[in-house]
């Protein structure tokens, strides 16, 4: 059983990190910059990176219970796969509004993506791959402080698969019903996010203050 786990994070990481047919240029060319890429930090412990810390860490909870409330709605009235519509078009207008009055840019991005929008870059693409190689090693994931191109902290907060997400996430056919797989197909051709199991990485809240000029560590 053990050698089995080991094999299957192994091939976790690969299908996190490698190649999709058809983007197989591109996402090595993507992989190649995230790996020589660096991310600078921004000092996590001082009064400044707490305050940061602790308004991220409300900002992303706020956002998760403004969407997964919402979802709710949608899925106890009209079903899962009426649902999947929801998030194709209101996830983010929820974020969005819910960033207009935090003053902050709020995303939800993954290396397996669904929407093409949600996609890491190359220094959010290391960010996640340290992630997931901290949870491979059974370490506690905590957030991190980063600081983007243009000098602005951004919190980075993993989102972490439960049994709820497996209904749109899960393994086509199995946790996540076949016909709830056929109209994701249809709406994300290109679609990267299945295939997870409870307590996986699924990707990342990105909350970045753009009112804030932040000095690297």
């Known amino acids: 059983?053990?050698?089995?786990?080991?094999?299957?994070?192994?091939?976790?990481?690969?299908?996190?990190?490698?190649?999709t047919p058809g983007t197989k240029d591109s996402?090595?060319?993507?992989?190649?910059?995230a790996d020589t890429?660096?991310?600078?930090?921004i000092n996590?412990?001082?009064?400044?990176?707490?305050?940061?810390?602790?308004?991220?860490?409300i900002i992303a909870k706020?956002?998760?219970?403004?969407?997964?409330?919402?979802?709710n709605k949608v899925i106890n009235e009209e079903g899962a796969e009426r649902a999947i519509g929801f998030c194709n078009l209101q996830a983010m207008k929820i974020t969005d509004s819910l960033a207009k009055v935090?003053?902050?840019i709020i995303r939800r991005i993954a290396k397996k993506n669904r929407n093409p929008l949600n996609k890491?870059?190359?220094?959010?693409?290391?960010?996640?791959?340290?992630?997931?190689?901290?949870?491979?090693?059974?370490?506690?994931?905590?957030?991190k402080l980063s600081i983007d191109e243009n000098d602005h902290p951004v919190y980075y907060k993993p989102i972490i698969t439960n049994n709820k997400c497996l209904q749109c996430h899960g393994k086509p056919g199995e946790?996540?019903?076949?016909?709830?797989?056929?109209?994701?197909?249809?709406?994300?051709?290109?679609?990267k996010a299945i295939n997870f199991e409870v307590g996986h990485p699924r990707g990342m809240w990105a909350i970045t203050f753009p009112d804030i000029i932040a000095s690297k560590n």
């Open 120 to 143: 890491t870059n190359a220094v959010e693409s290391k960010i996640f791959k340290q992630y997931i190689m901290e949870w491979l090693a059974n370490k506690t994931l905590r957030p």
């Open 37 to 41: 890429v660096r991310v600078s930090y």
């Open 44 to 57: 996590q412990n001082d009064s400044k990176g707490k305050e940061l810390k602790k308004r991220g860490a």
């Open 102 to 104: 935090e003053g902050v």
């Open 27 to 33: 996402d090595n060319q993507q992989q190649k910059s």
């Open 175 to 191: 946790t996540m019903p076949q016909n709830i797989a056929d109209k994701i197909a249809k709406l994300y051709p290109n679609d």
């Open 1 to 19: 059983m053990r050698y089995f786990l080991i094999f299957f994070s192994l091939g976790l990481i690969m299908l996190i990190i490698g190649c």
């Open 62 to 71: 706020l956002s998760t219970i403004a969407i997964g409330e919402a979802l």
